[in-house]
């Protein structure tokens, strides 16, 4: 909308994550001097008090025993009935009440720093160290104000722990060690990993007796040095490792529990080699021993070492040969050893690279090798179970010198007919391939999509729609799906029964239901605007009202206070913006008005009166009220700016004295006073000085437990007393790239801690404080997601939008790895097919090129003067095709994708409006298109040229179905309605199952291929506008999108309808509590 505030351009900058760690701390992004650490002493009544920390002296604070001359003192904070007590001793180490103060700021937490001590319970305020008395209670507050409701020191306290000397008596044999320094004997038997020549002589040594003290500080075995300590237990420097072994007859293995017989003879040492499975030059020569005393899981994590795959990533070690099977204990290794010298170790792909080729494989190859081994060549054939297709009718297997003539003859032998459809008006002709799948029958895949996580947050709206649950989990909305968001287990839940955009949300006051109201459907067969209200826990929907009433639409909600939550006003977004007042446990219609035909952007209840609404918006705030005939009529002397009249009321709070407080457009903070006649009236006393508070739109305001008032606006908070006439007591600004402060609100409405979450116009939300840095806890793009892509070996996704931004996310953590601002609104992004870079296109006509582990930049090209709308690099990762226009630019990639030149003339020209997506064939040779007006072309790579005989390519392969035409996609086209469109398509790496977003916003799966008419579908309505991005992940697992008009970033879980999925491989991404 035109009254927000929208922030600058950012500057380009790369911020580089750690890794896949959790979170994604602001503090760690902008400490060069940008975000300063909170100064503790601003604002104090004290401003020259120094701290207590001395070089000579030690703390005080936090003493809980009496000094010679000290007072033993217990400290609660304001307000918190629930703060057990600090006790500390005031004695002369103290120098003076400022140091006091400065210290318990530190000790207690409070919204803007201890600032005034009281006694307990007269509540008198302490001015001098000699006021205090031993043993006594007092008050620590940030305001001048002591909260006498609060019985203080009823929770009990603490019992610190007290230890006598141990009484004499008689001790386990066990305790004597620990007691009396006695050091057993062990023999020191040698470790499983060790450097060649040092595990040969080991092998062939007598196991002797060493102290345990020795053998400790050779091999810790403590869980916390384990890691630190196994390079010098394992390893030489020499350059090859080898497997200690000797003589034993028992061996534990590793969680399986397997155990070796006594009487099994040992197996000699034998020479084997471990490889890395993504880096085959990572090869280590080892010896394997038996007889280790190291467990199954201490072999593993040394193996990963040696293998210099990332701590959490290494996923398991395998055989070398067919069937390469996981090795999974101790005992399985030793009866594999005996079969096998060679081994694999796999990280995040899970498995082998041989099994992933034997999937994987192309079918149409002319490669010699069919797998692993030296076989001798055969011809190639797709097998769909019960079926095979002779791939040599498909031009990868016509011999390169076969003149397009004979092509020409041989189509006509065939006698191919292709099958003619209308799209959007205009006839196309799509060839069928030669043979059947009989998995193309129409029906509906045996799959499900559940929806596993959401990105990001809505964050453009000034609205409420950001709130804290009596568990500590936040509930917001993103497109049409409320979540319900634990931080402490990292999970969410989604209510998912709107089928528009949620557009507004309210929280009843027990904070057990949920009301949220969606916007107007655009198609002719939406659902019309409702209100639904449903419990935070089981997500169970409670009620649905306004279906016959609401034509356009509801723009904000609220439940009333006074009744607890008896009554719901509604706004709609119609012309005159009609409020309705509900009774919605009964469903009823209780009074309803028209407001103003002014923007409106909120409405409440007044909290101590349910009978006094308030609504607010462009050049407003109205107080009305409802009478007992059910009428609400507006009182006009209620709400009056007698002097400049802010173009837009941006927000609303409430003190506790019952004043009503505003903020506005023009960065003011008005205060409103109820006079005995019930009329609101603006406070020029108080709200003289709180004129022009902000620079910038005031979007937040948050009233504190304590009293403290808490405005945002822009990039900035301020902190009032109400307790002393609003005074001004602190000031903290965040990032710019964090974005405008939409919503503000307490960890929890009782606490005093000082502890807030932020939501920004950035589509993130911030958790921290005035005293602690901000950190992110959700983030998101802020505008479009045009481009999104998945790795093609690692569980991460790349994902590029209109905002300039960059990001990769991890799977399974959720968690933003990197984010990279190149300077240019980005349309496409794609992977070379080995995940080292990725190319993203802009608005700007040029390709840039990052790293992908990094987020660095590569290198940048330039196209032309026109978006690019589609990227892709072959599959043999040798080419990279933009389509730019209605043209597609071809670039040879060089040196790992350093380096980029033209392709021989460089441009395949032939379309005649823009180019919407491209495909590779698996061979690398062909190209098929798709424009703007619907055209479905192919391209010769080696000629550079159209190939306009589409038959030629009917049983052609290709890497990936991005191209929303095609014969394999007719039965999707069946399905829809007037006026919809699809707008993507993603086909799953085994060729399983067909995603499909279209403009309505909708996500359907079907079987791959689909060609049947009107073949059947699993449907989702995640989005109201379109669905813009799907992606599969390269296991299959996931289905990733994003559309709307929020930025909205979804992931979804693709489960097998006919039995339980299967458990997730180990994975430093992993969370038990996702699935």
Request: neutral net charge.
């Amino acid at each position: 909308m035109d009254y927000y505030d929208y922030d600058g351009p950012h500057r380009a900058h790369t911020q580089q994550g750690n890794g896949y760690r959790q979170g994604y701390p602001t503090g760690n992004r902008y400490d060069n001097g940008a975000y300063d650490n909170p100064d503790t002493y601003q604002g104090l009544r004290y401003p020259s008090g120094g701290s207590m920390d001395h070089d000579d002296e030690p703390d005080t604070l936090g003493r809980t025993k009496l000094g010679k001359r000290g007072k033993l003192v217990t400290f609660y904070r304001n307000g918190d009935n629930n703060f057990k007590g600090f006790q500390t001793s005031i004695n002369s180490k103290i120098r003076s009440l400022e140091t006091l103060l400065v210290d318990l700021t530190s000790k207690i937490p409070t919204t803007t720093g201890i600032r005034y001590i009281f006694t307990w319970p007269d509540c008198k305020e302490v001015r001098d160290l000699s006021e205090f008395e031993g043993g006594r209670s007092y008050i620590a507050s940030c305001v001048k104000k002591v909260n006498k409701t609060i019985n203080y020191g009823s929770v009990s306290r603490e019992q610190f722990w007290q230890t006598k000397k141990p009484s004499a008596g008689r001790h386990r044999e066990d305790d004597k060690r620990f007691l009396y320094n006695i050091k057993p004997k062990q023999v020191n038997r040698p470790p499983v990993l060790s450097r060649m020549s040092a595990g040969i002589a080991a092998a062939n040594e007598t196991p002797r007796e060493t102290d345990t003290s020795d053998t400790f500080n050779t091999w810790p075995r403590s869980q916390n040095m384990k890691a630190k300590n196994r390079k010098s237990r394992n390893f030489q420097d020499d350059d090859s490792v080898a497997m200690d072994y000797e003589d034993t007859n028992t061996r534990r293995s590793g969680s399986n529990g397997d155990i070796t017989s006594p009487n099994q003879k040992p197996t000699p040492g034998k020479v084997l080699t471990v490889v890395n499975n993504l880096n085959r030059q990572i090869e280590e020569k080892v010896m394997f021993n038996p007889g280790t005393t190291q467990e199954f899981e201490e072999i593993m994590e040394d193996i990963s070492d040696m293998m210099k795959i990332p701590q959490g990533a290494f996923t398991g070690l395998f055989a070398g040969t067919h069937p390469f099977k996981k090795i999974e204990s101790f005992s399985q290794l030793l009866r594999t050893v005996e079969k096998c010298d060679k081994f694999i170790a796999c990280s995040l792909e899970g498995v082998p690279q041989e099994i992933l080729k034997r999937e994987r494989e192309a079918p149409s190859s002319n490669s010699s090798n069919d797998s692993t081994g030296m076989r001798k060549p055969r011809k190639h054939s797709r097998r769909y179970e019960n079926l095979e297709i002779d791939s040599m009718s498909s031009p990868e297997q016509m011999s390169r010198h076969e003149s397009t003539e004979d092509r020409l003859n041989r189509a006509k032998l065939l006698n191919v007919k292709p099958v003619t459809v209308d799209i959007h008006g205009l006839r196309r002709e799509f060839y069928a391939p030669s043979k059947t799948n009989p998995e193309d029958n129409g029906a509906k895949p045996d799959k499900k999509l559940k929806l596993e996580w959401v990105y990001g947050y809505r964050g453009q709206e000034a609205k409420n729609n950001l709130y804290v649950l009596r568990t500590g989990e936040l509930v917001y909305y993103v497109a049409t799906v409320a979540i319900v968001y634990d931080k402490e287990k990292e999970t969410q839940k989604h209510y998912m029964e709107h089928t528009e955009d949620i557009t507004c949300m309210a929280l009843h006051p027990t904070q057990n239901y949920v009301a949220t109201g969606q916007q107007v459907g655009s198609s002719a067969t939406a659902i019309l605007p409702h209100i639904r209200i449903w419990d935070a826990k089981s997500l169970y929907t409670y009620k649905e009202i306004g279906l016959d009433l609401f034509q356009y639409g509801i723009n904000t909600l609220a439940f009333s206070t006074e009744s607890g939550g008896d009554l719901l006003l509604a706004v709609d977004a119609s012309d005159r913006h009609v409020l309705s007042v509900w009774d919605w446990q009964a469903g009823t219609l209780t009074a309803k008005t028209t407001t103003t035909s002014e923007v409106v952007i909120s409405g409440c209840f007044y909290p101590q009166d349910d009978t006094i609404i308030i609504t607010y918006g462009r050049q407003h705030i109205f107080f009305w009220k409802i009478f007992q005939d059910s009428k609400i009529y507006r009182d006009k002397k209620s709400g009056v700016f007698n002097d400049e009249v802010p173009k837009f009321v941006t927000s609303v709070a409430f003190a506790p004295n019952g004043d009503v407080i505003s903020g506005d457009s023009n960065g003011s903070i008005l205060i409103w006073s109820r006079n005995d006649s019930d009329q609101f009236a603006i406070n020029r006393h108080i709200s003289d000085h709180m004129s022009h508070a902000h620079h910038k739109s005031v979007f937040a305001l948050c009233m504190k437990a304590d009293g403290i008032l808490l405005s945002g606006a822009g990039s900035e908070i301020k902190a009032w007393d109400t307790s002393s006439e609003y005074r001004f007591i602190k000031e903290r600004m965040l990032p710019d790239t964090a974005g405008t402060i939409r919503n503000m609100l307490p960890h929890n409405q009782q606490d005093t801690d000082g502890q807030l979450y932020i939501g920004t116009a950035n589509n993130s939300i911030l958790e921290g404080s005035l005293q602690n840095k901000f950190t992110y806890l959700i983030q998101g793009h802020h505008k479009e997601v045009s481009g999104l892509t998945c790795h093609p070996t690692e569980q991460t996704f790349i994902t590029a939008g209109l905002d300039k931004e960059v990001c990769k996310w991890a799977l399974y953590t959720h968690n933003l790895i990197w984010k990279s601002n190149i300077g240019l609104e980005c349309v496409c992004v794609a992977f070379d097919p080995q995940g080292l870079v990725m190319a993203i296109g802009t608005t700007a006509g040029r390709f840039v090129i990052l790293d992908s582990s990094s987020g660095n930049h590569v290198a940048s090209i330039q196209v032309g003067n026109d978006d690019i709308t589609t990227i892709s690099f072959s599959p043999d990762g040798k080419m990279l095709a933009a389509g730019c226009q209605d043209n597609i630019f071809l670039y040879q990639v060089l040196d790992d994708g350093q380096c980029f030149r033209k392709h021989k003339t460089g441009v395949l020209s032939g379309h005649s409006n823009y180019i919407r997506q491209l495909d590779w064939s698996t061979d690398s040779r062909y190209i098929q298109s798709v424009s703007a007006d619907y055209d479905l072309m192919y391209w010769d790579i080696g000629k550079m040229q159209c190939e306009k005989q589409g038959a030629l390519l009917r049983d052609s392969l290709w890497t990936t179905q991005s191209a929303t035409l095609g014969h394999a996609l007719l039965g999707a086209w069946s399905n829809l309605e007037k006026d919809e469109d699809i707008v993507c398509t993603a086909r799953s790496n085994k060729h399983i199952t067909l995603a499909v977003g279209d403009n309505t916003g909708s996500l359907r799966l079907y079987k791959y291929p689909c060609s049947k008419q009107k073949a059947d579908f699993i449907a989702m309505k995640p989005y109201s506008k379109s669905t813009n991005n799907v992606c599969y992940t390269n296991d299959d697992t996931f289905l990733i999108t994003s559309g709307g008009s929020d930025a909205g970033l979804m992931q979804w879980c693709i489960k097998d309808n006919k039995q339980a999925m299967l458990p997730l491989p180990a994975s430093p991404f992993s969370m038990q509590d996702t699935l």
